[in-house]
């Protein structure tokens, strides 16, 4: 399906960057206060409503992932305001500090690395919060590749208080496995340009349901963290500030590309890739890390195996995997079963293990 | 020197972005957890400073302009502290309402459009306040060209008060006309990556100044707008977060370039750019908008013409100009003298409007 470029990232994001990509951003720049940045902006924005599954509102935002997520917890929530961010890892650790910077109300949910809070558990925390105004959920924590029962966690607790706001980092997730921001009544999502979207890192894409968009508020129209503005500038199909063109080019190829080929292909595409990862790791009596791993990655040990050593053996091969972050490293490896690290790359990679370790 | 592409952009940013530029953006994506990223990275990181002429603290991050200078005011000012921001255009505004959002208190200097601030008010203005911490000057207003005498404002102030920080927006200054960060005793100062960097947009460059790098305070490492985190990573010539690493080989070109060719040839190049433009408009019995122009744009106006229809009439020729803003809307057009607007794409640019005014 793709050209592989030659040696494989097949890290967790950044991921490898299909030919294709780097075409679409080679497009002449253009004024972005014109109409024919506007018509193109448009089509990505419609292919971005496709990517979240949603009606309401989306845009983008030149920003990592990190940078997008920390845009939308201060503009959706106040200083003082109830907040509860599940803890399972590297990256929600960084949300759970984020509430706190904002001067959010923390109600931290901490669970071992590796471990995705139950739907019932959430329930009961919040149902003895009465003022609790979001709930802040990591999707696919990328630094174990635990995933998270979205669809049941967020049904749960808008049955229980639909006035809740649910932002979910659906970062390592949105466009790998099935995600649908309006059927699971999610309120916020962010996603960003260097995972499921095979583009460079830079863009960070978000959707807003109604409810969401109804917290925001003004400052001021230079405020660059404040989705407000976003959101204002793309109703008219346009940007804040000076637009990632060259990115946005990227972006709109990869949107496309998704719509054409049409979510649940692209999903399944991800899932073969992580289901046959998987069985050849046990076939080489390996374990895998998460119990409810999200198919957009796997994070995985062999036993009696310096994983570093590996790391660095299947390197040398060619083929660029992601050690353990800060309490896994050494101890793990991670794997994206991403765009370019389909199938084929597995199968692949397995073989080139295979010999490493045989 | 330059293959120009077809259309012409010669807005003042983004501007056109040569093809080698898009050739070195296509190199393959690297994890950056990585020697080799820090091998590229530290380069780069040597050529900036080069780039802003300092020997001190110099990093990127991920945003447009306007990101990576509100995330400077913030990281340097705490709310309180009292600030004093030069108003003379459209993007200078918005560094006062940013001032006021980060609840800072502002001391408005409020200049007329194309206006530029002197030495003598500044010093006379910051004489009377015992607590200023700070001043943001805004080196070149994109909006209307003005250019205000950098060199002499800090020096002026900082004999006055050695312990200001000085802050400048040399978004369309830096690689465009001559910055010296420490010759000119600036504590910080910002650059962005589609101005005179030739690249696309997304990518905000600062340095700053051991004062400076003396106020930045730890937040938590993933506090998004902290330059703190990025300057703590990039002493490792690493990354706080996931690096625009394709923007970063495509600025990581540009910045060689510079080097290779030296900024005072740099800065000429734009300087003969904007003598012949202006020299020309004079022949055409146009209007040079302010007093004191920089030679990274020239804004200007042609008695009894609507400048819009100018700019459509050169739009159709495939030179693209840009519109005025706010209150200039439609009285004045604006063009580049950066990268690939050079005197021969000047000379062709007057050649153009001869006929089309003619």
Redesign the interface.
Known sequence: MFPA???L?L?P?????PQWV?EA??Q??????TAAFEAFYAILLADLRYYFQTKSVVGTM??????AV?AAMYSLFRPGEQVMVVNNGKFSQ??T??A??LGLELLEVKKAWGEAPTAEELCALAAQQPDLRGVMLTHCETSTGACLDLEEIAFALKAQSPELLIVADSITTAGAIPFYLDAWQIDAAIA?S?KALMN???VGCFALSAAACGRLRA???????NLYNYVQSAQLSNYP???????LYGLAAALAYVRAEGLPAVWNRSHRAAQRFRKGVERLGGDLFPRQPSDSLSVFSLPGRDMEKLRQALEQRQL?L??GQDSLRGKVLRVSHMGLADEKAMQELLEVMQEVVG
């Open positions: 470029p030659s040696p990232l890290t994001g950044p991921v490898a960057i780097y951003m080679r002449p720049v253009i004024p972005h206060r030149i920003a990592s992932g990190t940078g920390s960084r949300w500090a984020e706190q910077r960003s260097q460079p890192a830079g400052t001021h129209p230079g405020d660059y963290m500030f000076t637009p990632p063109l060259s990115l660029i992601a050690e």
